[in-house]
């Protein structure tokens, strides 16, 4: 049986949009100065690698809002049986460019049709911040029940109480998306509502380049 797909985001064809013309921009800051790119960040590194470590024999992984794919390619490398998908078709143009061996695909996460209890691991690594508020619940439902029993899901994301809305990105491009950021306590709980059990939580500091951030990693219970 699969899942009955999420309430679409009014500005999903903005962000849409958007991601699309910042695409080959932000895969060439990646490629040339590391930014996003976890291999460059010591902690954001050991939390992918504890997550691939613990999905490794669980079955397939999916990197929801993979961008340039450069996450899911580090997944695959390690032996992970990953493909990734995002939003911005031109994103996964340049993933496909710069990651031949790997398997990208188009997709929304409130418009992914997953069996239940078909993957290992789900990720949201740095791009469910643009769901609105009322759909987030749901997408981190739809990935719970995606998951096998003791499968995991991990997230990354801007911490605050605010939404800011975002005109320009990576390099002055004009775009038009909404970053929604959530206090550590209320995404832990929208997380145990949607019936994952989290299991580790590293809060970030900000630094020059971002505000305060957060990763979650949680388990479908067995």
Not at 25 to 51: C, E, Q
Not at 76 to 96: C, F, Y
Not at 173 to 196: C, F, M, N, S
Request: charge should be negative; aromatic fraction near 6%.
């Amino acid at each position: 049986m699969r899942a009955r797909h999420t309430d679409r985001p009014a500005d999903l064809d903005v962000v849409r949009e958007s991601y699309d013309r910042v695409a080959d921009n932000y895969a060439h800051m990646v490629v040339t100065t590391g930014v996003g790119d976890i291999r460059s960040h010591p902690w954001l590194k050991a939390s992918i690698d504890a997550f691939a470590d613990t999905v490794s024999e669980l079955g397939p992984v999916l990197d929801v809002g993979c961008g340039p794919g450069t996450v899911t390619a580090y997944l695959a490398a390690r032996g992970l049986d990953v493909s990734g998908v995002d939003l911005s078709p031109r994103m996964i143009e340049n993933a496909r460019r710069l990651h031949p061996q790997c398997r990208f695909s188009v997709a929304s996460a409130t418009d992914l049709d997953l069996e239940e209890a078909s993957l290992g691991g789900v990720l949201g690594w740095w791009s469910l911040f643009n769901l609105p508020r009322d759909v987030l619940p749901q997408v981190l439902a739809l990935f719970a029940r995606a998951l096998k029993p003791g499968g995991h899901f991990i997230t990354a994301t801007h911490v605050g109480d605010e939404d800011a809305v975002r005109t320009e990105a990576y390099g002055g491009v004009p775009v038009r998306w909404t970053t929604h950021k959530w206090r550590p306590e209320q995404l832990v709980d929208l997380i145990e509502q949607a019936g994952l059990r989290p299991v580790a939580e590293l809060r970030l500091p900000a630094d020059e380049q971002s505000g305060p951030g957060l990763v979650i990693m949680a388990e479908r219970p067995a």
